[in-house]
Protein backbone atom coordinates (compact mmCIF):
# COMPACT_ATOMS: atom_id res chain seq x y z
CA UNK A 1 0.00 0.00 0.00
CA UNK A 2 3.02 2.14 0.83
CA UNK A 3 4.56 2.14 -2.60
CA UNK A 4 1.12 3.05 -4.06
CA UNK A 5 0.83 5.78 -2.32
CA UNK A 6 4.40 6.90 -2.68
CA UNK A 7 3.40 6.49 -6.88
CA UNK A 8 -0.05 8.11 -6.10
CA UNK A 9 1.88 11.76 -4.75
CA UNK A 10 4.54 11.37 -6.68
CA UNK A 11 3.05 11.75 -9.91
CA UNK A 12 -0.02 13.66 -8.31
CA UNK A 13 2.78 16.96 -8.00
CA UNK A 14 3.59 16.59 -11.77
CA UNK A 15 0.05 16.30 -13.48
CA UNK A 16 -0.76 19.38 -10.99
CA UNK A 17 1.80 21.48 -12.97
CA UNK A 18 0.95 19.79 -16.34
CA UNK A 19 -2.44 20.35 -16.06
CA UNK A 20 -2.16 24.12 -14.83
CA UNK A 21 0.56 24.27 -17.77
CA UNK A 22 -1.76 23.03 -20.25
CA UNK A 23 -4.47 24.94 -18.91
CA UNK A 24 -2.63 28.57 -19.27
CA UNK A 25 -1.60 27.28 -22.87
CA UNK A 26 -5.17 26.17 -24.19
CA UNK A 27 -7.66 27.55 -22.26
CA UNK A 28 -10.59 26.54 -24.43
CA UNK A 29 -10.35 23.27 -22.63
CA UNK A 30 -9.87 24.78 -19.06
CA UNK A 31 -12.72 22.57 -17.52
CA UNK A 32 -10.93 19.14 -18.57
CA UNK A 33 -7.98 20.39 -17.32
CA UNK A 34 -9.03 21.78 -13.99
CA UNK A 35 -10.65 18.05 -14.02
CA UNK A 36 -7.20 16.39 -14.18
CA UNK A 37 -5.85 18.63 -11.99
CA UNK A 38 -8.09 18.12 -8.97
CA UNK A 39 -9.19 14.56 -9.66
CA UNK A 40 -5.22 13.42 -9.54
CA UNK A 41 -4.92 15.40 -6.19
CA UNK A 42 -8.39 14.30 -4.47
CA UNK A 43 -7.21 10.53 -5.63
CA UNK A 44 -3.75 10.86 -4.73
CA UNK A 45 -4.71 12.22 -1.29
CA UNK A 46 -7.46 10.21 -0.51
CA UNK A 47 -4.75 7.20 -1.03
CA UNK A 48 -2.26 8.85 1.23
CA UNK A 49 -4.68 9.16 3.94
CA UNK A 50 -6.04 5.50 3.46
CA UNK A 51 -1.98 4.54 3.71
CA UNK A 52 -1.61 6.73 7.03
CA UNK A 53 -4.63 5.80 8.72
CA UNK A 54 -4.90 2.09 8.16
CA UNK A 55 -1.03 1.25 7.40
CA UNK A 56 1.72 3.60 9.28
CA UNK A 57 0.84 3.11 12.86
CA UNK A 58 4.00 3.21 15.14
CA UNK A 59 6.00 5.65 13.13
CA UNK A 60 7.77 9.38 13.45
CA UNK A 61 5.21 11.23 11.47
CA UNK A 62 7.08 14.99 9.92
CA UNK A 63 5.56 18.31 9.69
CA UNK A 64 2.93 17.38 12.00
CA UNK A 65 2.80 20.68 13.79
CA UNK A 66 2.50 22.40 10.70
CA UNK A 67 -0.61 20.64 9.56
CA UNK A 68 -2.23 21.03 13.41
CA UNK A 69 -1.31 24.79 12.69
CA UNK A 70 -3.25 24.89 9.34
CA UNK A 71 -6.36 22.66 10.16
CA UNK A 72 -6.51 25.85 13.23
CA UNK A 73 -6.24 28.68 10.76
CA UNK A 74 -8.49 26.96 7.95
CA UNK A 75 -10.97 26.07 10.76
CA UNK A 76 -11.07 29.75 11.95
CA UNK A 77 -11.73 30.33 8.04
CA UNK A 78 -14.36 28.25 7.58
CA UNK A 79 -16.11 29.39 10.54
CA UNK A 80 -15.90 32.69 10.37
CA UNK A 81 -17.11 32.19 6.86
CA UNK A 82 -20.35 30.17 7.82
CA UNK A 83 -21.27 32.75 10.19
CA UNK A 84 -20.10 36.01 7.90
CA UNK A 85 -22.89 34.29 5.31
CA UNK A 86 -25.42 33.72 7.32
CA UNK A 87 -25.38 37.36 8.86
CA UNK A 88 -25.12 38.35 5.41
CA UNK A 89 -28.27 36.11 4.30
CA UNK A 90 -25.16 35.40 1.04
CA UNK A 91 -23.02 32.35 -0.08
CA UNK A 92 -20.27 31.87 -2.58
CA UNK A 93 -18.88 28.20 -3.78
CA UNK A 94 -15.53 30.78 -3.93
CA UNK A 95 -15.40 29.86 -0.12
CA UNK A 96 -15.07 26.27 -0.49
CA UNK A 97 -12.82 26.86 -3.60
CA UNK A 98 -10.32 29.05 -2.15
CA UNK A 99 -9.94 27.40 1.45
CA UNK A 100 -9.09 23.81 -0.78
CA UNK A 101 -6.12 26.10 -2.99
CA UNK A 102 -5.05 27.21 0.57
CA UNK A 103 -4.58 23.76 2.30
CA UNK A 104 -3.92 21.59 -0.90
CA UNK A 105 -0.12 22.99 -0.98
CA UNK A 106 0.54 21.52 3.10
CA UNK A 107 -1.24 18.13 2.46
CA UNK A 108 0.99 17.73 -0.50
CA UNK A 109 4.08 18.31 1.28
CA UNK A 110 3.08 16.48 4.54
CA UNK A 111 2.66 13.40 2.38
CA UNK A 112 5.82 13.99 0.43
CA UNK A 113 8.23 14.41 3.24
CA UNK A 114 6.44 11.39 4.89
CA UNK A 115 6.19 8.89 1.96
CA UNK A 116 9.09 10.18 -0.54
CA UNK A 117 12.29 9.85 0.00
CA UNK A 118 14.68 13.29 -0.74
CA UNK A 119 15.80 11.75 -4.04
CA UNK A 120 12.33 10.80 -5.29
CA UNK A 121 11.23 14.67 -4.57
CA UNK A 122 13.97 16.31 -5.66
CA UNK A 123 13.14 14.17 -9.52
CA UNK A 124 9.16 15.56 -9.15
CA UNK A 125 11.01 18.89 -8.70
CA UNK A 126 12.93 19.00 -11.88
CA UNK A 127 10.33 17.66 -14.04
CA UNK A 128 8.01 20.31 -12.40
CA UNK A 129 10.71 23.24 -13.56
CA UNK A 130 11.26 21.73 -16.85
CA UNK A 131 7.11 21.38 -17.77
CA UNK A 132 7.04 25.01 -16.25
CA UNK A 133 9.64 26.74 -17.80
CA UNK A 134 8.94 24.97 -21.18
CA UNK A 135 4.86 25.76 -20.90
CA UNK A 136 6.02 29.74 -20.05
CA UNK A 137 8.88 29.53 -23.29
CA UNK A 138 5.48 28.63 -25.19
CA UNK A 139 3.30 31.04 -24.04
CA UNK A 140 5.78 33.91 -25.03
CA UNK A 141 5.15 33.24 -28.41
CA UNK A 142 3.29 35.98 -29.22
CA UNK A 143 4.07 38.46 -26.42
CA UNK A 144 7.29 39.88 -27.96
CA UNK A 145 6.54 41.74 -31.95
CA UNK A 146 9.43 44.25 -31.67
CA UNK A 147 13.00 44.88 -30.48
CA UNK A 148 11.85 47.70 -29.33
CA UNK A 149 9.55 46.05 -26.95
CA UNK A 150 13.04 44.41 -25.29
CA UNK A 151 14.46 47.56 -25.13
CA UNK A 152 12.35 49.10 -23.24
CA UNK A 153 11.89 46.89 -20.10
CA UNK A 154 11.84 49.10 -17.15
CA UNK A 155 11.95 48.08 -13.00
CA UNK A 156 10.14 51.11 -11.87
CA UNK A 157 7.27 50.85 -14.25
CA UNK A 158 7.19 47.12 -13.80
CA UNK A 159 6.94 46.71 -17.32
CA UNK A 160 8.67 44.04 -19.16
CA UNK A 161 6.84 41.91 -22.32
CA UNK A 162 8.27 38.63 -20.56
CA UNK A 163 6.50 39.31 -17.75
CA UNK A 164 3.93 36.66 -16.42
CA UNK A 165 1.68 36.67 -13.44
CA UNK A 166 -0.01 33.25 -14.09
CA UNK A 167 4.29 31.51 -14.04
CA UNK A 168 5.67 33.90 -11.39
CA UNK A 169 4.75 32.25 -8.50
CA UNK A 170 5.64 28.79 -10.23
CA UNK A 171 9.01 30.39 -10.92
CA UNK A 172 9.49 31.55 -7.07
CA UNK A 173 8.52 28.80 -5.62
CA UNK A 174 11.00 26.61 -7.70
CA UNK A 175 13.49 28.63 -6.73
CA UNK A 176 13.19 28.44 -2.96
CA UNK A 177 13.56 24.58 -3.39
CA UNK A 178 16.72 24.28 -5.88
CA UNK A 179 18.88 27.26 -4.65
CA UNK A 180 19.12 25.72 -1.59
CA UNK A 181 19.62 22.25 -3.09
CA UNK A 182 22.25 24.08 -5.82
CA UNK A 183 25.14 22.36 -5.04
CA UNK A 184 23.05 18.84 -6.07
CA UNK A 185 21.68 20.35 -9.32
CA UNK A 186 23.28 23.18 -9.97
CA UNK A 187 21.78 24.03 -13.58
CA UNK A 188 18.19 23.54 -12.32
CA UNK A 189 19.05 26.37 -9.73
CA UNK A 190 20.08 28.80 -12.39
CA UNK A 191 17.29 27.43 -14.78
CA UNK A 192 14.54 28.33 -11.58
CA UNK A 193 16.87 31.60 -11.12
CA UNK A 194 16.59 32.41 -14.72
CA UNK A 195 12.66 31.31 -14.80
CA UNK A 196 12.23 33.61 -11.79
CA UNK A 197 13.65 37.00 -13.19
CA UNK A 198 12.29 36.56 -16.89
CA UNK A 199 8.39 36.64 -15.32
CA UNK A 200 9.51 40.08 -13.88
CA UNK A 201 7.70 40.07 -10.85
CA UNK A 202 9.88 42.51 -8.97
CA UNK A 203 9.50 41.40 -5.05
CA UNK A 204 9.66 37.42 -6.24
CA UNK A 205 13.14 38.86 -8.28
CA UNK A 206 14.39 40.29 -4.66
CA UNK A 207 13.32 37.19 -2.78
CA UNK A 208 15.83 34.88 -5.62
CA UNK A 209 18.76 37.94 -5.03
CA UNK A 210 18.27 37.35 -1.34
CA UNK A 211 18.36 33.46 -1.22
CA UNK A 212 21.08 33.24 -3.80
CA UNK A 213 22.96 36.03 -1.31
CA UNK A 214 22.38 33.62 2.11
CA UNK A 215 23.63 30.53 0.30
CA UNK A 216 27.05 32.33 -1.43
CA UNK A 217 27.46 33.81 2.45
CA UNK A 218 26.51 30.11 3.89
CA UNK A 219 23.93 31.37 6.37
CA UNK A 220 21.51 29.19 4.89
CA UNK A 221 20.26 27.43 8.28
CA UNK A 222 21.34 30.49 10.68
CA UNK A 223 18.67 30.32 13.67
CA UNK A 224 16.72 33.67 13.38
CA UNK A 225 15.28 34.49 17.21
CA UNK A 226 11.56 33.83 18.01
CA UNK A 227 11.35 37.43 19.27
CA UNK A 228 11.89 38.39 15.60
CA UNK A 229 9.62 35.84 13.77
CA UNK A 230 6.97 37.30 16.61
CA UNK A 231 7.99 40.97 16.08
CA UNK A 232 6.99 40.15 11.99
CA UNK A 233 3.85 38.42 12.61
CA UNK A 234 2.88 41.89 14.74
CA UNK A 235 4.67 44.09 11.57
CA UNK A 236 3.11 42.62 8.74
CA UNK A 237 -0.27 42.72 10.95
CA UNK A 238 0.13 46.50 11.44
CA UNK A 239 1.23 47.35 7.96
CA UNK A 240 -1.47 45.43 6.21
CA UNK A 241 -4.01 47.63 8.51
CA UNK A 242 -2.63 50.68 8.04
CA UNK A 243 -2.31 50.15 4.03
CA UNK A 244 -6.04 49.23 4.55
CA UNK A 245 -6.71 52.66 6.14
CA UNK A 246 -4.14 54.79 3.77
CA UNK A 247 -6.11 52.88 0.48
CA UNK A 248 -9.75 54.47 1.37
CA UNK A 249 -11.11 56.61 -1.40
CA UNK A 250 -11.37 59.37 1.65
CA UNK A 251 -7.63 59.00 1.84
CA UNK A 252 -6.24 59.36 -0.91
CA UNK A 253 -5.07 63.00 -0.80
CA UNK A 254 -2.77 61.78 2.88
CA UNK A 255 -1.67 58.76 0.93
CA UNK A 256 -0.23 61.12 -1.90
CA UNK A 257 1.50 63.37 0.66
CA UNK A 258 3.13 60.26 2.26
CA UNK A 259 3.88 58.46 -0.70
CA UNK A 260 4.29 61.22 -3.60
CA UNK A 261 2.59 59.32 -6.10
CA UNK A 262 -1.27 58.40 -6.11
CA UNK A 263 -2.98 54.87 -4.42
CA UNK A 264 -3.53 53.80 -8.27
CA UNK A 265 -0.07 54.35 -9.50
CA UNK A 266 1.46 52.70 -6.00
CA UNK A 267 -1.04 49.31 -6.25
CA UNK A 268 -0.95 49.24 -10.35
CA UNK A 269 -4.44 50.38 -10.49
CA UNK A 270 -5.82 47.37 -7.97
CA UNK A 271 -7.23 49.79 -5.18
CA UNK A 272 -9.83 51.12 -7.72
CA UNK A 273 -11.32 47.51 -7.26
CA UNK A 274 -11.61 48.83 -3.64
CA UNK A 275 -12.86 51.76 -3.84
CA UNK A 276 -15.92 51.12 -6.43
CA UNK A 277 -16.93 47.44 -6.71
CA UNK A 278 -16.19 47.12 -2.64
CA UNK A 279 -16.73 50.55 -1.47
CA UNK A 280 -19.98 49.01 0.50
CA UNK A 281 -18.35 45.53 0.55
CA UNK A 282 -20.03 43.03 3.81
CA UNK A 283 -17.87 40.02 4.06
CA UNK A 284 -19.91 36.52 3.63
CA UNK A 285 -16.85 34.36 3.86
CA UNK A 286 -13.65 33.72 2.30
CA UNK A 287 -13.30 34.32 -1.01
CA UNK A 288 -16.45 36.67 -1.06
CA UNK A 289 -14.69 39.66 -2.27
CA UNK A 290 -13.44 37.65 -5.13
CA UNK A 291 -17.28 36.49 -5.86
CA UNK A 292 -18.03 40.35 -5.95
CA UNK A 293 -15.01 41.18 -8.25
CA UNK A 294 -15.43 38.13 -10.59
CA UNK A 295 -11.71 38.31 -10.02
CA UNK A 296 -8.92 38.15 -7.25
CA UNK A 297 -8.93 41.68 -5.29
CA UNK A 298 -4.95 41.24 -5.35
CA UNK A 299 -4.01 42.39 -2.17
CA UNK A 300 -4.57 39.85 -0.69
CA UNK A 301 -3.48 40.39 3.13
CA UNK A 302 -5.70 43.26 2.78
CA UNK A 303 -8.52 40.78 1.08
CA UNK A 304 -8.10 38.46 4.39
CA UNK A 305 -8.72 41.39 6.26
CA UNK A 306 -12.05 42.16 5.16
CA UNK A 307 -13.16 38.75 5.03
CA UNK A 308 -11.97 37.12 8.24
CA UNK A 309 -11.20 39.90 10.09
CA UNK A 310 -7.66 41.00 12.36
CA UNK A 311 -7.92 37.18 14.09
CA UNK A 312 -7.98 35.49 10.50
CA UNK A 313 -4.82 37.74 9.41
CA UNK A 314 -2.89 36.91 12.53
CA UNK A 315 -3.68 33.34 12.45
CA UNK A 316 -2.39 33.26 8.90
CA UNK A 317 0.66 35.39 9.42
CA UNK A 318 1.49 33.32 12.60
CA UNK A 319 0.90 29.73 10.42
CA UNK A 320 3.00 30.89 7.68
CA UNK A 321 5.55 32.30 9.87
CA UNK A 322 6.36 29.20 12.13
CA UNK A 323 7.16 27.05 8.53
CA UNK A 324 10.12 29.42 8.87
CA UNK A 325 11.36 26.70 11.88
CA UNK A 326 13.82 29.69 12.89
CA UNK A 327 15.84 29.25 9.81
CA UNK A 328 17.12 32.29 7.97
CA UNK A 329 16.96 30.93 4.66
CA UNK A 330 13.08 30.02 5.31
CA UNK A 331 12.37 33.29 7.12
CA UNK A 332 13.53 34.84 4.40
CA UNK A 333 11.39 33.22 2.05
CA UNK A 334 8.48 33.89 3.87
CA UNK A 335 8.81 37.30 4.63
CA UNK A 336 9.28 38.14 1.19
CA UNK A 337 6.09 36.25 0.17
CA UNK A 338 4.23 38.31 3.12
CA UNK A 339 5.47 41.66 1.03
CA UNK A 340 4.50 40.31 -1.96
CA UNK A 341 0.77 39.43 -0.50
CA UNK A 342 0.74 42.67 1.12
CA UNK A 343 1.12 44.74 -2.45
CA UNK A 344 -0.22 41.52 -4.77
CA UNK A 345 -1.45 38.18 -4.62
CA UNK A 346 -0.77 34.35 -4.33
CA UNK A 347 -1.92 33.24 -1.47
CA UNK A 348 -4.20 30.53 -2.95
CA UNK A 349 -1.47 29.81 -6.27
CA UNK A 350 -1.64 26.36 -5.19
CA UNK A 351 1.52 25.38 -7.55
CA UNK A 352 3.58 28.47 -6.19
CA UNK A 353 3.18 26.99 -2.38
CA UNK A 354 3.09 23.80 -3.49
CA UNK A 355 6.92 23.90 -4.49
CA UNK A 356 7.84 26.31 -1.86
CA UNK A 357 5.92 24.29 1.12
CA UNK A 358 7.53 21.09 -0.10
CA UNK A 359 11.13 23.60 0.11
CA UNK A 360 10.92 24.30 3.27
CA UNK A 361 9.67 21.06 4.44
CA UNK A 362 12.69 19.55 2.91
CA UNK A 363 15.09 22.01 4.37
CA UNK A 364 13.49 20.95 7.41
CA UNK A 365 12.80 17.10 7.54
CA UNK A 366 14.43 15.82 4.84
CA UNK A 367 18.22 16.70 5.09
CA UNK A 368 20.72 13.82 5.13
CA UNK A 369 17.96 11.31 6.14
CA UNK A 370 19.32 8.20 4.72
CA UNK A 371 23.28 8.85 5.08
CA UNK A 372 25.17 6.84 7.78
CA UNK A 373 28.66 7.69 6.63
CA UNK A 374 30.77 10.34 3.88
CA UNK A 375 34.03 11.33 3.64
CA UNK A 376 35.54 14.14 1.31
CA UNK A 377 38.11 12.91 -1.64
CA UNK A 378 39.59 15.99 -3.04
CA UNK A 379 36.80 16.98 -5.19
CA UNK A 380 34.13 14.58 -4.48
CA UNK A 381 32.26 12.80 -1.65
CA UNK A 382 31.82 9.23 -0.51
CA UNK A 383 28.58 8.66 0.24
CA UNK A 384 27.53 5.39 1.98
CA UNK A 385 23.59 5.63 2.40
CA UNK A 386 21.16 3.20 4.23
CA UNK A 387 21.16 -0.95 2.67
CA UNK A 388 24.57 -0.09 1.62
CA UNK A 389 24.08 2.12 -1.46
CA UNK A 390 27.58 3.90 -2.01
CA UNK A 391 27.87 6.90 -4.11
CA UNK A 392 30.47 9.35 -5.48
CA UNK A 393 29.17 12.61 -5.81
CA UNK A 394 31.15 15.38 -6.74
CA UNK A 395 29.38 17.83 -4.25
CA UNK A 396 26.68 17.33 -1.35
CA UNK A 397 24.22 19.62 0.26
Request: positive net charge; proline residues 2%; contains cysteine.
Amino acid sequence: MKKIARYCIYYAIILVYLSDCLEMLIPMLSSIFKLLKYGSAGIALSVCCVQFIFFSKNREIKFLREIKRTVLMVGWFAAVSVLCAYRVGMYTNKTFEELFQLVLPFTFAFFAVNLLSFDEILSAMKLCLVISFLSYLISLKDSINSINEILNISLISSHSPFESSDYAEMASGLSAFFIYYHKRCPFYAALSVLFVFMTFKRVLMLQAMLLVLIVFLKLSDKEVPKLLINASILIATAGTLTLKYLLKHENAGLFQSIFKMTPGEFTVTRVYRLWYPLARFKSYGFGSTTDVLGQALELDLIKVAMEIGVIGLLLLLWNYFSLSNKKLYCYVIIGTMMLNLLLASGLTSTLGWTSRIIALAAIVYCKDNNIIFRIRLKNKYLIIKKKGVIILRKEYV
